[in-house]
């Protein structure tokens, strides 16, 4: 589905984005009755193995699926190897030799770790087609993809190349100023800064706050006006505004009703419930429980792929983007980084905060609101002394 328009009067016409006609997980996917048609199955039990099977992955999973499926012919017109399922060592290694080959030989040309990608996803090609205990991965294809991976790492570091950059209280201040001094409108440059310092004080996935689309939207994801509200809360015996930010589907626990976040004030030019007032205060779209929360002007949804390129262009003199670039997953690693070097917090506690999963951790526990406060006042220290050398 696409977008709606809508008459707003004397500001002229402004598009509605629409809920997406295929959300997340549902029904809809890969697997169909002939997945399951070999084995015998009476046809009562099938149709529900199919249907509760296409809730495994999300709806961006399947189509990305049918790339790795459409290598297949490329791989027999490049190598002239012809590949039946289900896949033999030869075929295998035809498929990856493929993928790795230099684009200047005729292949792919990618790393170690978008081969293991498409390896899982052909892996799950290989069920959908009814062959259930296909074997992709033989000793010498893990040794393979472990050395493509090795040699990938060794590459970046002689180009001098680190990974995504943390983001830092020094570069939120950048970041802050260089908003500032932009010629953005000032509704544009509050939002992009609201989503920031909640991406921080959450160490939230991008599009756990973001729409994917700009026209369209999933009703059972994306974040709405009714999904984050200001309440009261005691810290200290003092009262105090906080954020709550409720997680429709998160990405860790998929539970029916969801998990909600406390992001609490710092008092300073980074704290998110000031910077979530103050967007409001500017919005240009009236706010509903129905329809995503972060819009722009135009009406369309504010996505992770705007945020990323507003970043970009804010930050390009601030951070050499060919070595280490910040995105929206820096703010993630950013609050991680910082809690680490503070040194006064457990492994536990950094990955209560950032939901992150472990084996050493039975049960997923949302970090307790005693830790999250005590880390906005160290934050709050931190960030004065950023702004003082700065």
């Not at 035809?94 to 293991?116: C, D, H, I, N």
């Not at 009703?219 to 105090?240: Q, S, W, Y």
């Not at 084996?359 to 934050?379: C, T």
Request: hydrophobic share 40%.
């Amino acid at each position: 589905m696409g977008l709606m328009w809508v008459n707003v009067g004397v500001s002229g016409v402004q598009k509605e984005p629409t809920p997406t006609a295929r959300p997340k997980y549902s029904t809809k996917g890969g697997y169909s009755t002939k997945s399951f048609a070999k084995l015998g199955l009476p046809a009562s039990i099938v149709v529900p193995l199919m249907q509760a099977a296409n809730h495994s992955l999300a709806a961006n999973t399947w189509t990305n699926y049918a790339t790795a499926e459409r290598h297949i012919a490329r791989v027999e017109k490049a190598t002239g190897v012809r590949l039946t399922f289900p896949f033999s060592l030869k075929s295998t290694l035809a498929y990856v030799g493929y993928l790795l080959s230099p684009k200047s030989e005729g292949g792919r040309g990618l790393q170690g770790k978008s081969v293991e990608k498409y390896l899982s996803a052909l892996r799950s090609i290989h069920m959908l087609k009814g062959h259930f205990d296909a074997w992709l991965r033989p000793e010498i294809v893990k040794e393979i993809t472990k050395g493509a991976a090795t040699r990938d790492q060794l590459n970046k570091r002689l180009q001098g190349k680190t990974g995504k950059h943390a983001m830092t209280p020094e570069i939120m201040w950048e970041l802050k100023q260089r908003l500032s001094k932009s010629n953005m409108t000032k509704s544009k440059r509050r939002i992009i800064w609201a989503v920031s310092t909640i991406c921080w004080a959450g160490a939230f996935r991008i599009h756990e706050l973001l729409a994917r689309v700009a026209g369209s939207y999933c009703r059972m994801t994306t974040m709405t006006a009714g999904d984050i509200t200001v309440e009261k809360a005691t810290l200290n015996g003092v009262k105090v505004d906080i954020l709550k930010v409720h997680l429709k589907h998160p990405k860790e626990e998929r539970l029916s009703a969801g998990v909600t976040i406390d992001c609490f004030p710092s008092g300073d030019f980074m704290c998110p419930v000031t910077a979530f007032l103050n967007w409001k205060k500017d919005k240009v779209c009236k706010l509903s429980t129905q329809k995503p929360l972060f819009r722009l002007a135009n009406g369309e949804n504010y996505t992770g792929t705007n945020f990323n390129r507003d970043l970009r262009s804010l930050l390009k003199e601030v951070v050499d983007y060919e070595v280490a670039p910040i995105t929206s997953h820096s703010f993630r690693r950013g609050l991680a980084t910082f809690m680490r070097k503070q040194g006064c917090y457990s492994d536990e506690e950094i990955m209560r905060i950032g939901r992150w999963h472990s084996r050493a951790f039975e049960a997923y526990i949302i970090a307790p609101r005693e830790v999250r406060a005590r880390l906005a006042a160290e934050l709050a220290t931190r960030v004065a002394q950023a702004v003082q050398l700065s």
